[in-house]
């Protein structure tokens, strides 16, 4: 059929597999006397900020979305993006020339929510996600984003990346969006007391910190990494009173409201004497096992306007 009309597929896992090997890989053969076409609905490139190279090594054929091998970085490239410029590297550059390659990258491709949706123009060919069964990450149910229970709090909260469109109240969001926001899972055995390398990386004001250079023992730390792990921590959370009298904030806030609100906290071994100076043991393998994305934050946030509330702050 003509290069405008959508494509049919069999099945989705075969249509996520054709737009990250094909989209915009091939010239249109539509003439631009065709006033209607529109370039943003065709599978097709019409110039170069349009064009995408192939982004997969290899043919990539059976390899499922998160299993692929990039032919080049789904970052920027610092001498060509979006610019009418040459590259001096050409097609052999390891980053992206364009939005088209970023977007439609196995990095970036339905890892996060369309924020336009429905009146997305772009249909079945858009990079976003148009609902949470597209989406190519793990992510919790809509019902448990918008009414979280407390058990889920104590044990799930901010344990995914966040896949939601555009600029949001990250504070309030049940997904984490840096790695200052993000908690592992208290079943790897952490306590709730505050690591104090991590305090001190915090009190630095240098955001961009890696992970592991912020505490020697990086994930496998017996103590707790930021507010979010010490105040959601099970051990801790709704245990001890608000001193906000007017606060709103439901079961987001750590603290309780009356005696109603006070969590059972669940029975506990004491642990060793010593053990907390200790690196806690298969730490990698059960976030592997429980939190496979930990080594992946969401890449998104650089190219969109930053979150409302001061969230960003957050430790």
């Known amino acids: 059929g003509d290069a405008h009309k959508a494509m049919r597929f069999d099945s989705t896992e075969q249509h996520v597999e054709w737009m990250i090997h094909e989209f915009k890989t091939r010239p ?3 003439g631009r006397s065709h006033a209607s076409h529109d370039h943003r609905c065709c599978p097709y ?54 939005t088209a390659e970023l977007l439609y990258h196995p990095d970036f491709f339905r890892k996060r929510l369309c924020h336009q949706a429905r009146r997305c123009p772009r249909g079945n060919l858009c990079a976003f996600a148009h609902n949470r069964e597209e989406l190519l990450v793990p992510h919790f ?32 969001c049940v997904y984490a969006h840096t790695y200052r926001d993000w908690r592992r899972i208290p079943g790897i055995g952490y306590s709730s007391h505050p690591c104090p390398h ?14 592991s250079s912020r505490c020697p023992y990086g ?21 001890n009173p608000c001193s906000d009298a007017q606060c709103r904030r439901g079961p987001l806030c750590a603290f309780t409201h009356g005696p109603q609100d006070v969590r059972q906290m669940p029975v506990v071994e004491p642990l060793p004497k010593g ?3 200790r690196a806690l043991p298969q730490a990698e393998a059960l976030l592997q096992q429980h939190q496979p994305t930990y080594a992946t934050p969401p890449m998104y946030h650089a190219l969109e306007d930053g979150p409302r509330g001061g969230a960003a702050r957050a430790a």
Not at 150 to 170: L, M, R
Not at 198 to 211: C, I
């Open 198 to 211: 991590w305090s001190s990386s915090v009190a630095s004001g240098m955001p961009e910190l890696a992970y």
């Open 141 to 172: 149910g809509e019902r448990v984003e918008e009414a979280p229970t407390e058990e889920f709090i104590a044990y799930q909260f901010k344990t995914e990346w966040c896949p939601v469109g555009g600029p949001h109240d990250w504070e309030n």
């Open 275 to 277: 053990v907390m100076r």
């Open 28 to 30: 249109c053969t539509v």
């Open 45 to 98: 490139f019409h110039n170069d900020r349009d064009r995408r190279r192939p982004a997969v090594a290899g043919d990539g054929a059976g390899c499922s979305a998160v299993a692929l091998v990039a032919a080049y970085r789904g970052e920027p490239c610092a001498s060509k993006f979006d610019e009418e410029v040459v590259c001096p590297l050409g097609d052999d550059c390891d980053a992206c020339h364009s």
């Open 219 to 239: 994930l496998a730390c017996p103590l707790a990494h930021g507010a979010k792990e010490q105040l959601y921590h099970p051990q801790f959370y709704k245990t």
